[in-house]
């Protein structure tokens, strides 16, 4: 069965302080990987898909990499604006995303 | 605005009513899908459509119903509410294959009392 585990649960970061996320799946036949951003009261927006390990996408100050077992969300001197609920999916060979139970990020000023 | 939206935002009502949430996407997309996001912000896939024919149903009990009249529109009807049913439930829809990205609505807050 198709599996995402993200960690930590939540994160407090300083403004500017860079610190990485990790969402680790278990998949018969990845076909994409996903992020997205989730604000509170919010539905999610998407981020970025990779599709293949080695590859890296990136968008202001955040980056996203992927290996064949991982994906890192890294992000780079956040603020606050960048707190949020940061969700990973995988779709495999159904066309279904499956999630991770999501990282809390607080940037405080 | 292109976008997926569904109505109503919050719905508030007693064990045992029946109710429906409703979702329309104006991006031309062939696939709609609704998820459900418990208190735990964890989300689940309930179902997805193709171009009005079910795709997937994962184990979700009878009393949901999805009916989809046209490939841009993906209604929710749920039957004698239980409290377990209190969750946010989200529309979202995609181009197949779907890993160009999927698009989600704003979401149904569902509270059972």
């Known amino acids: 069965e198709d599996q995402v585990t993200q960690s930590p649960e939540a994160l407090r970061l300083q403004e500017g302080e860079s610190s990485s996320l990790n969402c680790s799946y278990t998949?018969?036949?990845?076909?994409?990987l996903f992020w997205y951003r989730q604000d509170p009261g919010k539905g999610p927006e998407f981020l970025f898909t990779?599709?293949?390990a080695g590859e890296e996408k990136e968008k202001e100050r955040l980056k996203a990499t992927l290996t064949k077992k991982e994906s890192f969300l890294h992000i780079t001197a956040p603020k606050p604006e960048d707190s949020a609920t940061y969700l990973c999916?995988?779709?495999?060979?159904?066309?279904?995303?499956?999630f991770g139970q999501g990282t809390r990020l607080t940037i405080n000023p | 605005d292109t976008a997926v939206s569904q109505t109503p935002k919050y719905l508030v009502t007693q064990m045992g009513n029946d109710k429906s949430i409703k979702c329309e996407q104006n991006?031309?997309?062939?696939?709609m899908y609704w998820y459900k996001q418990d208190s735990k912000k964890f989300l689940k896939i309930m179902f997805s459509?193709?171009?009005?024919?079910?795709?997937i149903n994962e184990t979700v009990p009878n009393r949901f119903s999805p009916k989809s009249p046209d490939k841009a529109h993906l209604n929710l009807h749920i039957n004698s509410l239980e409290l377990g049913d209190s969750a946010v439930y989200f529309c979202?829809?995609?181009?197949?294959?779907?890993?160009?990205?999927?698009?989600f609505g704003s979401g149904t807050r569902l509270t059972v009392v």
């Open positions: 999916a995988v779709q495999a060979g159904a066309q279904k995303l499956v």
């Open positions: 979202a829809s995609s181009q197949v294959p779907g890993i160009y990205g999927y698009t």
């Open positions: 991006l031309g997309h062939d696939t």
């Open positions: 459509y193709n171009n009005k024919e079910l795709i």
């Open positions: 990779l599709y293949s």
């Open positions: 998949v018969s036949g990845l076909r994409g």
